[in-house]
């Protein structure tokens, strides 16, 4: 495969997230020995990573390249595309590229960072506005998804056209923003697109993704069912139209609207700024809530992925100002993303034992998605007409699927590669020529660190195994504590034939072993593990101490 990584005469095309995988989308393109990054995300952590909350794409690829890297462009705001920015745009030194509502949510990142007014943040205030950047023209086209201002980019370079399209659904009445219609997109594909890089999160779905307006009318019979019933909805805070919908449902159903979780807050307060939810209800404290007829309430939060510290998971723990009792409902407009489903069945499970009636979108209409069932992803092939299909946003199996229907509908070549694979969309057969270092990052307390570093896995090793601290002070008996083991009752006695086993070990060491610290070390970690091994059939990380002594380690 080929080694040279600078796009001189060719258009590349470059995935070190969401290509495999679900969120954290991270896409680059070079031409003429420059390099432009899309999108910029993260995602959330899972058991995978004790004690993280987010990871990272691992930027290495591009930060030895910052030279030749033009800007980042922004298809849109959701964290699986914007989230990293605050972490490492700083050190990229590039500027960034967004639609007003995006800049908005990004900028505030950026505050949040100390960075404000040293990344440079360029709006692009018109729809289908366009910016030159080195050999690339940039188009936005704005498509519908589940957040304001979702876009396509369409990334004119010397090599042909890319037609970039982020998340994305087709939605005859998506309630907030003008998606380009078919006949415009037609047009596109009229005058040539090379290349087509899409979403590929509802390619299984073999029927269109649902409009958003349409979600109105459910709501509004699923919450009139529920007369003289405080009724929750939880939806994705991102979610501007959902929100707009939910208002007028308040609005016709003559409820007040109380909102509980800041992103929700926040994201009221930035789709207001930029001229959306300009009707929307005002709404009540948690107080005033509680004091309202409990028909007469409607209350918007957060928490319908599980996550533990917001507001629905606290409602159902009784953990908040704000209370359901039995008989009172929770209607879950959204669906469950991979990977949460326990924690979401625990905090359905909670509200379930307390009495609480649960409505979700397998029982009534009250949610569509933002990606494209397998008809829209036709109808886009039809109007687009791409000479190469690249599949992305998606797990391995997804992109597989989505790259088996391109070709079933005529697309030539339809290219299946993971993060880190470098593709050649042009001159020539299209295809995969390199692969490069595709790692991880993590956010471990304040620090960025490789996600398969020593603390990392050392954390991971002490939860699996627990952890054993030996302290040997010459003249003396071992000092131990373990921690993790599963020896409660047993412990003074384990812990008695550990300090005989360490002291055996030691005594047998002969000659110089005898007075070289690594091996009275090495003797001691190695009896201290056996022991455990012998008790409770663990093997924990044994740390050995050696007060006076240089030599202290783990094992």
Known sequence: ??????????????????????????????????????DLGMTFSGNEYPGVDLVFADLDFIEERTKDLLGIVLTHAHEDHIGAVPYFAGDLGVPLYATPFTADLVARKLEE???????????????????????????????????????????????????????????????????????????????????????????????????????HQ????????????????????????????????????????????RSLDRIIEVAQDNGYLQDFPETVDFDTAMRLPRGEVLILATGGQGEPRAALARIAEENHPLELVSGDVVLFSSRQIPGNEIAIG??????????????????????????PGRPELEALYEWIRPEVLVPVHGEM????????VGKAN???????????????????????IAQVRNGRLVLDGDIIVPADGDAITMRRRIGYEGVMVVVLVRGERPVIEAVGLPLDEDMPEFLEETEEDILKAIGKLKGRDAQDPAAVHEAARIAARRAARRWAGKSPQVRVVMPGLVREGRG
């Open 346 to 371: 625990k905090v359905q499970n909670r509200l379930a034992a307390r009495g609480i009636t649960m409505v979700t979108d397998r029982q009534s209409f009250i949610h569509v998605s933002g990606h």
């Open 113 to 215: 960072a100390g960075l404000l007014g040293q990344v440079e943040l360029n709006i692009i205030e018109e729809d289908h506005g366009q910016i030159d950047i080195g050999p690339f023209s940039v188009t936005y086209i704005p498509l519908a998804h589940s957040i304001a201002e979702g876009n396509a980019l369409l990334i004119d370079t010397p090599h042909g056209r890319v037609f970039h399209t982020g998340d994305w659904k087709l939605d005859e009445e998506p309630i907030i923003g003008e998606p380009t219609t078919e006949e415009e997109l037609r047009e596109i594909g009229d005058e040539g697109v090379l290349a087509l890089v899409c979403d590929s999160t509802n390619v299984f779905n073999p029927n269109p993704s649902g409009s958003e307006g349409a979600v």
């Open 1 to 38: 495969m080929k080694k040279n990584f600078t796009p001189e005469n060719e258009l590349l095309f470059l995935a070190l997230g969401g290509s495999g995988e679900i969120g954290m989308n991270v896409n680059l393109y070079g031409c003429n020995g420059k390099w432009l990054m899309v």
């Open 397 to 404: 199996r997804h992109m597989l699927e989505q790259a088996r």
């Open 218 to 261: 459910g709501l509004m019979e699923e919450v009139a069912r529920h007369a003289g019933k405080r009724v929750l909805v939880t939806t994705f805070a991102s979610n501007v139209a959902r929100l707009q919908t939910l208002g007028e449902v308040a609005r016709e159903t003559g409820r007040t609207l109380c909102v509980a979780g």
């Open 410 to 432: 005529g697309i030539p070549y339809n290219i299946v590669q993971s993060n880190g694979d470098i593709v050649r969309l042009a001159p020539g057969d299209p295809g995969r």
